[in-house]
């Protein structure tokens, strides 16, 4: 068991289209959402040379590294909170830049959650996301479910994380935006492959980590479970590549503007 999953690595694909949607300048004050170890915040504190950023996560052990590595790093521009992004009494207009690299799918209420957002933003200010597309979409998703659980089940993977696609519709995204005070939405298709570990030992460890497979095959019996675990670790060694097991997957990078006052 891992104690926090490496996500940078997961998406390093991602990371640069995130970074460039983004084009953090000098003078920015960035609002990270769902920062996790604070990747994305520090690259942004980088770019923001006379300006800042903040990361803010529910997860204190990702909270704790990051703060562990921009320390390492000595960035002093930068600061994480332990804080839900959705209710957070974040200082009116402090930001001039909000990104999250696939940290909002998770919100309860999209639309209050954009709202809060969007008073911290100042008005103009861009707001940078990306999400995963629908589950069926990403092969990540339907062949480890498959792997765990046969090929004829045809249920949602609630147990490979359902509410990682909660905003897999666009439309739903972009009213969303919208009625929290967001224009100009933009919507560009990313596709790219995920990484889970260098083989496919090291890929069953970091589902484990996740809970991933330990919560599709927590109702088997001993022998069905090992069968099942048997079946994963031959997936992930035929997704080996030879430079670590990587699976395909589709998300949408979408882009806005808070409105003005």
């Known amino acids: 068991m891992i104690d926090v999953f490496d996500y940078d690595a997961e998406l390093s694909r991602y990371h640069r289209w995130l970074r460039a949607a983004a084009d953090v300048r000098t003078a920015d004050r960035v609002l990270d959402i769902g920062c996790g170890t604070g990747q994305t915040t520090r690259d942004a504190a980088r770019s923001a040379t006379s300006g800042s950023a903040l990361g803010v996560d529910l997860s204190r052990p990702m909270v704790d590294r990051a703060r562990q590595l921009s320390g390492a790093e000595d960035i002093t521009n930068i600061a994480f909170e332990l804080a839900d992004a959705q209710v957070h009494p974040f200082a009116p207009g402090d930001f001039s830049v909000g990104l999250s690299r696939f940290g909002t799918m998770f919100f309860t209420d999209p639309v209050a959650a954009?709202?809060?957002?969007?008073?911290?933003?100042?008005?103009?200010?861009?707001?940078?996301?990306?999400?995963?597309?629908?589950?069926?979409?990403?092969?990540?998703?339907?062949?480890?479910?498959?792997?765990?659980?046969?090929?004829?089940?045809?249920?949602?993977?609630?147990?490979?994380?359902?509410?990682?696609?909660?905003?897999?519709?666009?439309?739903?995204?972009?009213?969303?935006?919208?009625?929290?005070?967001?224009?100009?939405?933009?919507?560009?298709?990313?596709?790219?492959?995920?990484?889970?570990?260098?083989?496919?030992?090291?890929?069953?460890?970091?589902?484990?980590?996740?809970?991933?497979?330990?919560?599709?095959v927590a109702h088997l019996d001993a022998v069905d479970r090992a069968r099942a675990l048997e079946r994963l670790l031959a997936l992930l060694d035929a997704h080996d590549t030879g430079e670590g097991v990587w699976f395909d997957s589709r998300a949408w990078l979408f882009t806005a503007l808070r409105r003005g006052s």
């Open 114 to 216: 954009f709202t809060n957002i969007g008073r911290a933003l100042r008005p103009g200010a861009r707001l940078v996301q990306l999400v995963w597309q629908t589950h069926d979409r990403q092969e990540w998703a339907s062949a480890i479910w498959h792997a765990l659980v046969g090929t004829d089940s045809q249920k949602t993977p609630a147990g490979l994380g359902h509410a990682a696609f909660s905003m897999a519709d666009p439309t739903d995204t972009v009213g969303a935006l919208t009625a929290g005070g967001f224009t100009a939405v933009e919507i560009t298709e990313v596709r790219e492959p995920i990484y889970y570990g260098p083989d496919a030992a090291s890929a069953r460890d970091a589902l484990s980590g996740l809970g991933m497979a330990e919560d599709l």
